[in-house]
């Protein structure tokens, strides 16, 4: 400093050491501080201490802001993948669901009331069934009695109204819908099953079975 001023510093000293004396300097802690100086700059020193306060309090509030953000995506992904886990689930268990488990689920269908059974039409047609070859053929294979047969004949044919499945049906195709009907309703409730017809492969077993319908239905 005295280098800065061009003098000794002996008598530089001695002039700062009068000033603190007569308090134009003030001695803190080894640091020279002037009272004028320190009272320009105090708005200047408030003012980089707010600057800092702001930034500081800003920093923290992002902080939390970002902390709170990444709980709510953990929460989301974790939701979106519980999502995703369900929907596999559904599409492999769909995937999963055997023709005897969609006829059970059929069979649940209930009746409403735009539904309701036509006894009338409904008896016409359990009659046609009576007198059919394929009645008792039915009784034969499935060794089920004659009362079982019209019991699950009603049971299709309401079915089959809830569903809106036979419009515009002749009896024989209602026939023998009920014809291929039986052996898998009969599986899903338990009861022991016979196959229609022998046959080497499914093709041939469905061509064979059709063929026995239109000679049973004579």
Same mark, same amino acid.
């Given at each position: ?27 803190? #802690?080894? %640091?020279i501080?002037?009272?004028?100086? /320190?009272?320009?700059?105090?708005? @200047?020193?408030? $003012?980089? *201490? #707010?600057? %800092? ?5 800003? /920093?923290?509030?992002?902080?939390? @802001?970002?902390? $709170?953000e *990444? ?20 599409v492999?268990?769909e995937?999963?669901?055997s ?21 009338e ?20 294979q ?21 569903l ?17 009907w039986?052996?898998i309703?009969?599986?899903t ?22 063929e ?7």
């Amino acid at each position: 400093m005295a280098g800065d001023f061009d003098v000794e510093a002996e008598i530089l000293d001695e002039i700062i050491s009068y000033c603190v004396k007569i308090k134009l300097l003030l001695l803190e #802690n080894g %640091k020279i501080y002037s009272f004028g100086l /320190k009272k320009r700059l105090k708005p @200047v020193i408030d $003012k980089r *201490n #707010n600057a %800092k306060d702001k930034f500081l309090s800003q /920093k923290l509030e992002k902080e939390s @802001v970002s902390a $709170k953000e *990444n709980t709510q995506s953990k929460v989301k992904y974790s939701k979106v993948k519980e999502s995703k886990d369900i929907v596999v689930e559904v599409v492999t268990r769909e995937e999963e669901t055997s023709k005897t488990e969609i006829v059970e689920i059929l069979e649940e269908v209930p009746l409403k009331n735009e539904n309701i059974l036509d006894e009338e039409k409904y008896s016409a047609i359990a009659d046609y069934l009576e007198n059919q070859t394929m009645f008792c053929t039915i009784q034969s294979q499935q060794k089920i009695t004659e009362n079982e047969v019209l019991e699950h004949f009603r049971f299709f044919y309401e079915q089959k109204v809830a569903l809106k499945e036979l419009k515009d049906q002749t009896q024989d195709e209602i026939l023998r819908n009920f014809y291929f009907w039986v052996p898998i309703h009969l599986r899903t409730t338990g009861k022991k099953i016979i196959k229609l017809t022998p046959a080497n492969d499914q093709g041939k077993g469905a061509a064979a079975a059709l063929e026995m319908f239109e000679l049973l239905k004579k």
